[in-house]
């Protein structure tokens, strides 16, 4: 099989790999520039800016302003096939002892999206580039969209209030504003650290998903050294939730591996006064949807008991979060090829699970995706010290990946896509999945007066 003007696969690789070397400087300029200007989710106006202005200098037309900040580009093949989206995460995170975090709002790249973006832009810069001589069926959706780091819970509720979004993480949002209708399957590249990574990429199997929670427990002030007998003391009531939560750990199964790791955000007003509001923020994570449901319902009974104990009273808030990712495994391995190809075998991993969380999870319940991990970085993940130290393999190579498999994907007739899309079946519908979010959003008060 060959492209319109005859080029096999692999020339087609070889092509879109030097059209992409050829914009090395300028792909690498868009990384670091939106490293040194952070925006948290929802609020990445000036990265959409330059994603949208990168998309039209390339004649791509973007759509712009989805789910409040994301932008998309179409480039179509030469007949109707698969539609696969390439995807970068416009958002940063708050890190404010990161050396490039924003000195007013504390944002800062310390999970390397920057990156992302760069390599989603670089991938259209080398297949426009190819034009017609790419012969691709179906299309390819470059997708820059928002808000993946859960942060920032208050200001994204009070948007929520507004009917400004509806969901508070960009992937959901986008599903329910209909903007991933026209799209039958995603990947994207996140970096890694080599610090925390034994290869130069790799897949897992699943991931954990989470529900998010807001608690506030309710008490009564009351001199804490003259009269505390007539107080109602809402921190005892919140350790006690807390220690009660601790003890449900034995009833976790290994193979859910569940993660609960709460914070107590307010814990009183004045040392002298019996503390008479405390506030608390929790995520329950899990590896599947009955786990996480599971653990969720345990930690609302502790939650209550606090409460219980102290005659105080508690608001649970309870948000949706992440779906646990499931990353495709045929898809994987068209991806994987692609690392060995342009670093050896041995260099790539598919398997196992981790237990950290992302939106990419929600997707994955509808259609095929993978999400793999990239080394260019040192430090710590979501840390002060994390940095893109191979600015090559950070911005250039995750620009060729994408571009080599999407090629592999849809050249000719697209048979691999294809052949995803058959062995594939869908968690939900987006009907179904989004009844199921809708469900998570629940608000409870219990005990008190
Ligand atoms: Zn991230």
């Not at 999206?113 to 470059?142: D, K, P, R, W, Y």
């Not at 009917?163 to 960009?170: D, M």
């Not at 970096?191 to 990574?197: A, E, I, N």
């Not at 991990?373 to 393999?393: C, M, Q, V």
Request: proline share 4%; hydrophobic share 40%.
């Amino acid at each position: 099989m060959s492209g319109t003007d005859g080029l096999t696969k692999e020339q087609l690789k070889q092509a879109v790999c030097e059209a992409i070397e050829r914009r090395g400087n300028e792909i690498i300029e868009l990384g670091e520039t939106i490293l040194h200007h952070p925006e948290t989710g929802f609020n990445e106006r000036k990265t959409a800016a330059l994603v949208a202005d990168a998309m039209r200098a390339i004649d791509l037309n973007p759509e712009t302003g989805l789910a409040v900040t994301g932008v998309k580009g179409r480039l179509k093949g030469s007949r109707p096939g698969p539609r696969l989206a390439l995807i970068g995460e416009l958002d940063s995170l708050r890190t404010s002892d990161h050396p490039f975090a924003d000195p007013h709002t504390g944002a800062a790249h310390s999970c390397g999206h920057n990156a992302q973006i760069a390599g989603m832009l670089g991938a259209a810069m080398g297949l426009s580039a190819l034009g017609e001589a790419a012969g691709l069926a179906g299309e390819v959706v470059f997708f820059a969209v928002p808000a993946e780091e859960f942060i920032d819970v208050a200001e994204r509720l009070r948007r929520k209030q507004a009917g400004e979004i509806e969901f508070l993480l960009g992937k959901p949002e986008l599903v329910a504003k209909g903007h991933f209708d026209d799209i039958d399957m995603a990947m994207m590249i996140h970096v890694g650290s080599h610090d925390q990574m034994s290869r130069r990429s790799y897949i897992a199997d699943s991931s954990n998903g989470a529900v998010v929670k807001q608690i506030r427990f309710f008490g009564r002030a009351s001199h804490a050294g003259g009269a505390p007998q007539l107080g109602i003391n809402a921190l005892s009531a919140a350790q006690i939730a807390l220690n009660a939560i601790h003890c449900q750990r034995e009833t976790f199964w290994d193979r859910d591996t569940v993660r609960i790791h709460p914070i107590i955000t307010k814990g009183g007003d004045a040392v002298s006064v019996v503390p008479a509001e405390v506030t608390m923020e929790t995520f329950v994570r899990g590896g599947s949807l009955e786990a996480i449901v599971d653990a969720n319902m345990k930690v609302d009974r502790c939650l209550r008991a606090g409460a219980m104990a102290m005659g105080a009273e508690v608001e649970i808030n309870t948000i949706p979060g992440y779906l646990p990712q499931r990353n495709d495994r045929r898809f994987a391995e068209v991806f994987g090829g692609n690392v060995e190809a342009l670093f050896g075998p041995g260099h790539f991993d598919i398997g196992g699970h981790r237990t950290g969380s992302t939106d990419m999870g929600d997707i994955a319940h509808l259609i095929p995706v993978i999400h793999p991990y990239l080394a260019s970085a040192r430090g710590k993940t979501h840390g002060a010290d994390f940095r893109i130290n191979e600015p090559e393999h950070g911005y250039l190579t995750p620009a060729k990946l994408l571009a080599m498999t999407a090629i592999d994907l849809l050249y000719g007739d697209a048979a691999p896509a294809q052949e995803i899309l058959a062995g594939f079946t869908p968690a939900f519908t987006k009907d179904t999945y989004l009844d199921f979010a809708r469900g998570l959003f629940k608000t409870e008060r219990y005990g008190g007066a």
